[in-house]
């Protein structure tokens, strides 16, 4: 796992966002799902594993319908500092837009009983294309898959399904649009962007 990528795309002086580390995680594993206004409106789904964040970027974002296989672009790891990230990315950066924290939580990997077993099965499953997880979210719980396009030339595209348990459900989830931190919507988190004034220190 590595954060060189995020690193280079960043200006730590000019984005509020963690310049972050790779860290040893504590208790439960983590997920967050970010809604990010950026140039083309997405979700930001990462979960923690290995010191990271290991992260999609997806258009429609979560569904719970069993009917439903969203696109998700596998994009560079971010530390576990981002877990509780929502603010304004100011114009000129990457990424630049409002972020909220859509939904967060703790995971395991399908089948794992800790984090050392889950660890091991999402390493596997990075590898083999199938990445299978269950979520204790507040909007989001229950098996949830990832699944890498074959035939994909960049090898970045996933799809996004709702395993067959008790919380698929025929609902629009993303109507459900405040951040699980804040409880701001993304119109309101763009309103307080000007309480940031810059990193004092590194
Ligand atoms: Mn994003």
Do not use: C
Not at 119 to 133: D, F, M, N, T
Not at 150 to 168: H, P, Q, S, T, V
Not at 174 to 188: A, E, H, I, P, R
Request: aromatic residues 8%; glycine residues 10%; without cysteine.
């Amino acid at each position: 796992m590595s954060l060189a990528t995020y690193k280079k795309k960043r200006k730590f002086d000019a984005t509020p966002e963690p310049s972050g580390k790779i860290l040893k995680g504590k208790g439960p594993l983590k997920f967050v799902i970010q809604k990010h206004a950026a140039t083309r409106l997405h979700y930001d789904f990462r979960i923690e594993h290995k010191g990271v964040l290991v992260s999609w970027a997806v258009p429609k974002g979560p569904s719970l319908r069993g009917e439903d296989k969203h696109l998700a672009m596998s994009v560079e790891d971010h530390p576990l500092d981002y877990m509780k990230f929502e603010g304004v990315i100011p114009e000129g950066n990457y990424g630049a837009g409002v972020v909220i924290v859509w939904d967060f939580g703790n995971y395991l990997a399908l089948g794992a009983r800790d984090r050392a077993e889950s660890e091991k099965l999402i390493a596997a499953g990075l590898k083999s294309g199938q990445v299978k997880i269950v979520l204790n979210g507040e909007k989001v719980k229950g098996g949830f898959a990832f699944i890498k396009l074959k035939n994909d030339k960049k090898g970045n595209a996933w799809l996004l399904i709702k395993e067959k348990d008790a919380y698929r459900k025929n609902v629009d989830i993303t109507k459900k649009d405040k951040s699980v931190l804040s409880g701001k919507n993304l119109k309101q988190m763009e309103k307080t962007k000007n309480q940031w004034t810059g990193h004092a220190a590194h």
